[in-house]
């Protein structure tokens, strides 16, 4: 069983267009988040949910809305995809959002606007 | 500001040969240091992780971390590396009190391992 699920793993797109990523973790946290890392494997957080409530928005464009219908999912839609959006774009959850928490990584979407 | 270093980028070491990779991080007191490994196309794995006691702390796949305090650094080693250990590796960590979860990730290091 993967703890932390992500789909899909791979997602080519032309600019312009609205695609989402969906996460689901079984591992029973309460926070999860979104990482993106970009061409020089830079990682850098975007999201955090704790119990279904956005505690970090780190200064992401607002063309991206996560959503967490309940706390084992957080999915991440992308309004009018733009060249500089690909990436491979990370979800992890962890048991609580605690500092130094333990975070649990899925395998990472790879988005390519062409 | 709060910030994590991995001043190598690139590592190529012989298969057998004794592995150190560097972390220094800027912060006023002690973070939690974590170690993850990124293999190809795979996503991160947490190798070890300190924060508070003995100084040296074990991970899996014959990895450990020594924190040093007075040089900032959580540096990585390995007595013997393998062909399976190539892969990026990034050091992490969590300051402050903000209870937000977030790590801050350096730069990462490639290690390369010839035959």
């Known amino acids: 069983d993967t703890a932390v699920s992500q789909t899909p793993k791979y997602l080519v797109t032309q600019m312009g267009n609205d695609k989402s990523i969906k996460c689901e973790q079984n591992?029973?946290?309460?926070?999860m988040y979104w990482y993106k890392q970009d061409s020089k494997k830079f990682l850098k957080i975007m999201f955090s949910?704790?119990?279904?409530?956005?505690?970090i928005n780190e200064t992401v464009p607002n063309r991206f809305s996560p959503k967490s219908p309940d706390k084992a999912h957080l999915n991440l839609h992308i309004n009018s995809l733009e060249l500089g959006d690909s990436a491979v774009y990370f979800c992890?959850?962890?048991?609580?959002?605690?500092?130094?928490?333990?975070?649990?990584f899925g395998q990472g979407t790879r988005l390519t606007v062409v | 500001a709060q910030s994590v270093t991995q001043p190598d980028i690139h590592i190529t070491v012989s298969e057998g040969a004794s592995l150190e990779l560097r972390c220094n991080y800027s912060?006023?007191?002690?973070?939690?240091l974590f170690w993850y490994v990124q293999s190809p196309g795979q996503g991160l794995q947490l190798l070890l992780k300190?924060?508070?006691?003995?100084?040296l702390v074990q991970g899996i796949k014959g990895f450990e971390a020594e924190f040093k305090r007075s040089q900032s650094s959580f540096n990585l080693r390995k007595p013997s590396v393998h062909w399976s250990d190539a892969a990026e590796y990034f050091c992490?960590?969590?300051f402050g009190s903000g209870n937000t979860g977030k790590l801050i990730f350096g730069q990462g290091t490639t290690l390369q391992v010839k035959p």
């Open positions: 591992l029973g946290h309460d926070t």
């Open positions: 300190y924060f508070s006691g003995d100084t």
């Open positions: 992890a959850s962890s048991h609580s959002h605690s500092t130094g928490t333990e975070a649990f």
């Open positions: 949910y704790n119990n279904k409530e956005l505690i």
């Open positions: 992490a960590v969590a």
């Open positions: 912060y006023g007191a002690t973070p939690y």
